[in-house]
């Protein structure tokens, strides 16, 4: 019993060190997608009208067009930036799809071990496993901030540590399954942790910085380079600004795992829900 106050302890602990980590490197993830975009759109549009202006006071006073790569330059990183940000959001998302199936399974293996318990415990470990599936799925079908995911994970490891008292009381009360259901016990709280550190795996807010500043530059020196030129490309200009709000939207949408358009779907969770109910 102490070693197991002490576990719960650093689960804690652990969760609290988690919660911190995740609000430091969720700045971009905790504002809705669509508002980081638009408001990008615009900073890429203003700049671009600033980096005109500038181009044709350059003409002005030179008298000439100044050669500069460094628009092409800019491009060519801002390009980049977007593809390592959309492949690393890509790669994020589908870890959290796999640890959702892996938790199912885990959840589903557990349930199927305790039907094969005597009674009491067999209806009693059934019925928190239920509890348990249902706190995984209300939990994911709402917006949630750092108070409610404690609550939240407060309640699993309560239900965990009820599980854990009920399998005790089996293995003391000699079951011949003793081997499997320990073992779908742990891999139950083991995915437990992986799903959870899943969730909370977020782009760097560093990285998501590093892509919106090199936007605005890239549409600044793209407008200072049209003014220098007076060639400026108002309706290709609206159109790549366009082009590079909406895959950024994308992006932020990805590492936003609880709202937005891409979601994982819970249809497993949901399924196996109905299963144990039937």
Known sequence: MHRGRVAAKSVKAADTKNTVH?????????????????????????????????????????????????????????GLLLAFSFSLAIVKYDQRRTSLLADTNAIGDFYTCASLLKEPVRTKLRSLIRDYAELRVELSGRRIDAAMLENALGQMQQVQFQMTALVDQALADGTPIAVPLTNT??????????????????????????????????????????????????????CFIMLATFVVYVILDLNQPERGLFTVSQEPMHRLLSSMEK
Do not use: C
């Not at 638009?38 to 067009?65: E, I, P």
């Not at 100044?66 to 628009?71: A, H, I, Q, T």
């Not at 760097?204 to 500043?213: E, I, R, Y």
């Open 22 to 78: 995740m609000k430091m490197d969720g700045v971009f993830a905790n504002i809705d997608a669509w508002r980081t975009a638009a408001t990008l759109g615009l900073a890429m549009f203003a700049a671009w009208q600033l980096g005109r202006w500038r181009g044709r006071r350059l003409r002005a006073k030179s008298g000439n067009v100044p050669v500069s790569k460094f628009e092409d330059a800019s491009l060519a990183l801002l």
């Open 185 to 238: 016990l742990n891999g139950l709280i083991s995915n437990h942790a992986s799903r959870l550190a899943a969730i909370r795996d977020r782009l760097p807010t560093g990285v998501v910085a590093l892509l919106l500043v090199t936007a605005v530059v890239a549409s600044m020196l793209v407008g200072r380079e049209q003014g220098a030129s007076e060639n400026a490309d108002l309706a290709g200009t609206i």
